[in-house]
C-alpha cells in the first residue's frame, strides 16, 4: 500500500479505460510517489475523459506548483492543462497555455497542430 503501487494501480486501470477507479488510485500516488509528476498528469487525463474538468484543473495547478518538476514534466503538465481547456470549450485559454509551450519548446508533441487548430 505504498504510493508507487497506487500509481502502478492507476495505470493498470487507466490502460483498461477504468478511469474512475483510476482516478483514485492516482489521487492516492500524488501523496508522494517517485512518479508524482507522472501520477498528476494521469490524473488529469483521467478526470479529462471522464468530463470532470473542474478536478482536472485543480489536479494540473496543484501539479505545476510542485518544486522539483523538470522541465518536460512542466511542459508535459501544460499540455494536458491545454487540453482541459480545449475539452471544456475555453479556446481562449487553451491557446495561451499552448503557446507558452510553444515559446519553450517548439517540437513538443503537437503542440504547433494544437495552435493551428484553435488559431
Given at each position: 500500500d505504498t504510493p508507487d503501487f497506487h500509481y502502478n494501480l492507476g495505470l493498470a486501470f487507466m490502460q483498461s479505460g477504468e478511469y474512475e477507479p483510476a482516478c483514485d488510485e492516482f489521487t492516492k500516488a500524488t501523496d508522494s510517489s517517485a512518479h508524482r509528476a507522472d501520477a498528476y498528469r494521469c490524473l488529469i487525463v483521467c478526470c479529462r475523459q471522464l468530463g470532470r474538468y473542474e478536478d482536472a484543473e485543480k489536479?494540473?495547478?496543484?501539479?505545476?506548483?510542485?518544486?522539483?518538476?523538470s522541465d518536460g514534466d512542466r511542459l508535459a503538465l501544460l499540455f494536458e492543462q491545454?487540453?482541459?481547456?480545449?475539452?471544456?470549450?475555453?479556446?481562449?485559454?487553451?491557446?495561451?497555455?499552448?503557446?507558452?509551450?510553444?515559446?519553450?519548446?517548439k517540437n513538443f508533441k503537437s503542440v504547433m497542430r494544437e495552435i493551428k487548430e484553435l488559431s
Amino acid at each position: 500500500d505504498t504510493p508507487d503501487f497506487h500509481y502502478n494501480l492507476g495505470l493498470a486501470f487507466m490502460q483498461s479505460g477504468e478511469y474512475e477507479p483510476a482516478c483514485d488510485e492516482f489521487t492516492k500516488a500524488t501523496d508522494s510517489s517517485a512518479h508524482r509528476a507522472d501520477a498528476y498528469r494521469c490524473l488529469i487525463v483521467c478526470c479529462r475523459q471522464l468530463g470532470r474538468y473542474e478536478d482536472a484543473e485543480k489536479a494540473a495547478d496543484a501539479a505545476l506548483k510542485l518544486k522539483d518538476l523538470s522541465d518536460g514534466d512542466r511542459l508535459a503538465l501544460l499540455f494536458e492543462q491545454a487540453l482541459v481547456s480545449k475539452s471544456r470549450g475555453d479556446r481562449k485559454r487553451a491557446l495561451a497555455i499552448f503557446k507558452k509551450i510553444y515559446e519553450q519548446d517548439k517540437n513538443f508533441k503537437s503542440v504547433m497542430r494544437e495552435i493551428k487548430e484553435l488559431s
